[in-house]
């Protein structure tokens, strides 16, 4: 009984040395070529892009900590006074008449329409300095009588 490759074989045999030689080397570079395209290329791509998912997990990582971190120091800072009745008070000392509600973003929000700019940013700075709250966001329009109105966002 004949093997399936004796054909093969037969015809190997009836070429010259120099043309076996030439065939081997042949199926050897057909061999690498296809270990390098079906098993390398692969496993090296798999590699790279579980090291991009790696890096983005880290970036992510360091993400969520620092939100999670701010979280932390908002929970202690709101366990301080309340913003509302500090921001009137210190206004009320600054000789303002300000008004307050809820700002788009969800911050605590405020009002201010004619005052002058000095008794505005001398206030800002006391709730800054005195009590450790932040303007988070300001718009200052400049009124025609030397006044501003100024509309804005406090934050501690």
């Given amino acids: 009984m004949k093997t399936p490759f004796a054909k093969a074989q037969a015809w190997f045999d009836g070429r010259t040395v120099r043309e076996q030689r030439m065939l081997a080397v042949m199926l050897a570079v057909i061999v690498l070529c296809a270990v390098w395209l079906l098993i390398l290329q692969p496993l090296w791509s798999w590699k790279a892009g579980a090291a991009d998912r790696r890096a983005r997990a880290q970036t992510d990582l360091a993400y969520v900590t620092a939100q999670a971190s701010r979280a932390d120091v908002s929970t202690t800072a ?8 500090l921001a009137l008070q210190t206004a009320e000392a600054a000789g303002l008449s300000i008004t307050t509600g809820m700002d788009a973003s969800g911050a605590f929000g405020f009002r201010a ?6 008794a505005l940013f001398g206030w800002l700075a006391e709730l800054k300095t005195g009590h450790g709250i932040d303007a988070v966001r300001l718009d200052i329009v400049e009124n025609a009588d030397a006044t501003v109105t100024a509309e804005g966002a406090l934050s501690r």
């Avoid at 709101?78 to 009745?85: F, T």
């Avoid at 329409?113 to 000095?118: E, I, M, P, R, W």
Wanted: net charge negative; proline share 14%; charged share 5%.
């Fill in 78 to 85: 709101a366990s301080g006074p309340a913003i509302e009745p």
């Fill in 113 to 118: 329409a004619n005052v002058s700019s000095a």
